[in-house]
């Protein structure tokens, strides 16, 4: 096994040396052959006892079969024998020198069953002209520091660290190879080619997907089970889907189907999925086809959906699988629903993994259900509340006619998302946020008519080692002579202003402020948070211009392990209401 790795030290050497400068030294240089537009240098094939370089030059091929046991390393050159040296000005054969600046591109190829990796070095054409034979490789080279691969980011060639360790959450489209370091591959990275290191270990998060082979020398691989989701995601992409939910309306829903998602396949990706909700007693479907018509750092989609479906407009405030939790456990369901049936079809473009601009089209019929209070929970020891039963009976009288199935809801919809957070489960710094506009007209042979602005943008920012900062600002503007009741703005509880009733507020323009100051405790999985909210909701027909009270509280809590938060808040005027408890399940617990 040393044997081993010391070839392989010694080829990734050669690696690491393609994008440092040549040195001066009193060989003749290399001759490149000028028949095509790229040059092959040389191939280096290595395996268990023996590696073998195959040189091109003008007119012939050199071949050296050099022992592993000839291969020595000292002062960070590599000496294959007596008669190859690597360094970091490029590689020396008997009578040639290859510049590391003249290497182009590197091929890789690994077989771990037989134990043999091929490399192969490329040369840009010197007849291509003087701006192609300069133009940078590919491939991303590390000396001696530790390198990451953002989100964000996507590498065209392939990733190579001497002496240092590599963790990937982006796309490499070549290999990643480290020697005498980790390899990290998160679970949003997509590497095409193989994951190797040498001395080394190699960890594979969940969600990571790793098309070529993955070797590691110093320790096994964290997570085997890679192995077959990467025949799934790269090579298959076919997969069994299905979805639970439980809320006070359907009960227990079950939906179950399959989906198919290749990101190289020029097909489209589609999911179908039908079920049953037991309480409600109504068939639910969904069918989704997404066409992906531009690749690259630019992708451009387009698609729709099909689809009956138990629908919330409470999604922003709390997850659908923290919310059946809590109505699993102790009979508290925070949303209000309706049901959709209908079509939506769209086109999309992400720009850098961080922005994304989507404008469709929506046609949807909706129902009203009613909510079931006796249904089963774990602990719970009271009913569950009735659809929509902070909106006062009135109002709630005259809107019930909203979600007659007659009634259709037509309307162009424009959405922008920023996520820039470093980790979507912890994030310590970054943006997020979104912008919805959504223009119903009773032209479009809709029976609603109105105009929707609603806008979100949160910052996580760290203060220090131990202290950091959560600010979310958000602003919500519509008018029109027919609103349905699920497009109205609600303030108050959970997601809010948290000090007060759930949805005690209802209106047709917002603003909210918030913010949470939050300490980490060094060497403790508990970590203490003051919280404020504040905000400002204006009834239909009037303006926050207008005047109108401002709505404020303050929290206190503590996160544990940073999956559970558990907090209380008082609101902030003279009412003389009690303090409000709350525990949340955090993303980072799912």
């Given at each position: 096994m040393?044997?081993?790795?010391?070839?392989?030290?010694?080829?990734?050497?050669?690696?690491?040396?393609?994008?440092?400068?040549?040195?001066?030294?009193?060989?003749?240089?290399?001759?490149?052959?000028?028949r095509a537009s790229e040059i092959k240098l040389f191939e280096l094939t290595l395996s268990r006892d023996v590696w073998k370089f195959a040189v091109f030059t003008v007119g012939h091929e050199v071949i050296y079969n050099i022992p592993v046991a000839d291969a020595k390393i000292k002062a960070k050159t590599v000496r294959c024998g007596e008669q190859i040296k690597i360094d970091s000005g490029g590689v020396e054969f008997p009578g040639y020198f290859i510049p590391a600046k003249d290497i182009r591109r590197i091929e890789s190829e690994s077989d771990a069953n037989?134990?043999?990796?091929?490399?192969?070095?490329?040369?840009?054409?010197?007849?291509?002209?003087?701006?192609?034979?300069?133009?940078?490789?590919?491939?991303?080279?590390?000396?001696?520091?530790?390198?990451?691969?953002d989100n964000d980011q996507f590498i065209r060639g392939s990733v190579i660290s001497f002496f240092g360790d590599i963790n990937v959450d982006g796309e490499v489209n070549g290999s990643v190879i480290a020697?005498?370091?980790?390899?990290?591959i998160g679970d949003s990275a997509v590497v095409r080619g193989d994951v190797v290191s040498v001395y080394g270990?190699?960890?594979?998060?969940?969600g990571g997907s790793v098309y070529g082979v993955v070797m590691a020398s110093g320790e096994k691989v964290t997570a085997r089970r890679q192995w077959a989701r990467r025949w799934k995601k790269a090579e298959n992409g076919f997969s069994l889907a299905g979805t639970f939910s439980y809320n006070r309306v359907d009960g227990a829903s079950l939906m179950a189907g399959v989906q198919y998602d290749h990101i190289d396949s020029i097909l489209p990706s589609f999911r179908a999925l039908g079920g049953y909700a037991f309480a409600s007693k109504r068939w639910r479907y969904n069918l989704e086809l997404t066409q992906t018509v531009v690749r690259g750092k630019y992708p451009v989609q387009i698609g729709g959906e099909a689809y009956r479906l138990l629908k919330s407009d409470d999604d922003k405030v709390i997850g659908e699988t923290e919310n059946a939790i809590f109505a699993l456990f102790f009979n508290e369901d925070?949303?209000?629903?309706?049901?959709?049936?209908?079509?939506y079809g769209f086109a999309r473009v992400n720009i850098l993994r961080v922005h994304t601009f989507e404008v469709g089209y929506l046609a949807e019929q909706q129902r009203w259900l009613n909510g079931h209070p006796l249904l089963w929970s774990l602990f719970g020891t009271k009913d569950f509340r009735d659809n929509f039963s902070s909106v006062p009976y009135a109002t709630l009288m005259t809107h019930r006619v909203d979600f007659d199935s007659e009634n259709v809801v037509t309307s162009l919809q424009l959405k922008y998302t920023l996520d820039s957070?470093?980790?979507?489960?912890?994030?310590?710094?970054?943006?997020?946020?979104?912008?919805?506009?959504?223009?119903?007209?009773?032209?479009?042979?809709?029976?609603?008519?109105?105009?929707?602005?609603?806008?979100?943008?949160?910052?996580?920012?760290?203060?220090?080692?131990?202290?950091?900062?959560?600010?979310?600002?958000a602003y919500g503007y519509e008018?029109?002579?027919?609103?349905?009741?699920?497009?109205?703005?609600?303030?108050?509880?959970?997601?809010t202003i948290h000090g007060y009733r759930h949805k005690e507020f209802m209106g047709t323009e917002y603003l909210l402020l918030s913010g949470d100051y939050m300490i980490d405790i060094p060497h403790s999985d508990f970590r203490p948070f003051i919280q404020f909210d504040g905000g400002k909701i204006a009834p239909e027909g009037n303006r926050l211009s207008g005047g109108g009270s401002w709505y404020s509280s303050i929290g206190f809590g503590v996160d544990f392990q940073k999956s559970i938060r558990l907090f209380v808040a008082k609101r902030l005027d003279k009412s003389g209401k009690d303090p409000v408890f709350y525990a949340r399940f955090m993303a980072s617990a799912f």
């Open positions: 040393k044997k081993i790795m010391t070839i392989a030290t010694c080829a990734i050497s050669m690696l690491v040396a393609a994008n440092v400068l040549a040195a001066e030294l009193p060989y003749k240089k290399y001759e490149r052959d000028d037989a134990g043999i990796t091929h490399l192969t070095y490329y040369a840009a054409d010197s007849t291509q002209g003087q701006a192609t034979r300069k133009r940078r490789s590919a491939d991303r080279l590390n000396f001696g520091w530790p390198m990451v691969i020697v005498n370091g980790n390899i990290l270990a190699v960890k594979l998060a969940k925070w949303k209000d629903y309706y049901e959709a049936e209908g079509a957070r470093d980790d979507e489960k912890h994030p310590k710094r970054g943006w997020l946020g979104f912008a919805t506009y959504e223009y119903s007209p009773q032209r479009w042979k809709g029976d609603f008519d109105f105009k929707r602005l609603e806008a979100r943008l949160g910052r996580y920012q760290p203060l220090g080692r131990y202290l950091s900062i959560h600010l979310t600002g008018e029109g002579s027919r609103i349905p009741l699920n497009r109205y703005f609600y303030l108050g509880g959970l997601g």
